[in-house]
């Protein structure tokens, strides 16, 4: 009786053992494979990922050609500054002129004499101050333009992020130098306006 005491607690002691030794060892496969599951996901989409040169000609597409010099400096020229200021300029120019014309177009008193308000003007006095409305708003919308634009791209060079915020500060300081023209006051107001208005552009856009 003694001897079948003493091995039932050495039976259950390592029935307790293996137990505890499987139990440690499912824990330990489960870090092992949460680990490769995370190194998985760091190497496809986290830091470790590599970046491939997706090349046409291995995906089954045609090869583009390569570039020339004249291209090359075609399209430097389309991006730098003067050319995007040169571009919104002209584009200011024509919105201005045609937003000058409409509104000259809808007002009751174009082409009236101040001396004598009462004499009914000609075709011809009508169209000359359309013209010179449409000419005063269309000088104006390109200065504003080109301002704007060449701020912004000199901004966003020297940030270098094309983000909301380049607008905001273009926004300001075309405002703030259309503004002081008139004082102070005008020129803090005018950066506050403008920049306001940018942001709010901005953010419809995007």
């Known amino acids: 009786m003694p001897c079948f005491n003493m091995a039932a607690p050495t039976e259950s002691t390592d029935a307790s053992l293996s137990f505890a030794t499987g139990q440690s060892a499912t824990v330990s496969s489960a870090e092992n494979v949460s680990l490769q599951y995370s190194l998985l996901l760091d190497h496809l989409i986290g830091d470790k990922r590599q970046i491939k040169d997706l090349n046409p000609t291995v ?18 020229g389309m991006e730098s500054c003067a050319f995007k200021s040169l571009i919104a300029c002209v584009g200011g120019f024509v919105l201005g002129g045609a937003f000058g014309v409409f509104t000259a177009g809808i007002d009751s008193n174009v082409g009236l004499d101040p001396k004598d308000p009462l004499r009914t003007p000609t075709a011809r006095e009508v169209l000359r101050d359309m013209g010179q409305r449409g000419m005063s708003y269309a000088k104006n919308f390109a200065i504003v333009g080109a301002m704007f634009s060449c701020t912004e791209c000199i901004i966003e060079s020297h940030r270098g992020k094309s983000d909301w915020k380049n607008a905001v500060y273009s926004g300001c300081v075309t405002g703030g130098a259309i503004g002081f023209r008139a004082g102070l006051k005008a020129g803090v107001l005018g950066c506050g306006g403008f920049a306001a208005f940018s942001a709010a552009i901005e953010y419809y856009l995007r």
């Open 59 to 76: 995906m089954g597409a045609l090869p583009s050609p390569r570039k020339t010099k004249e291209e090359k400096m075609i399209e430097r």
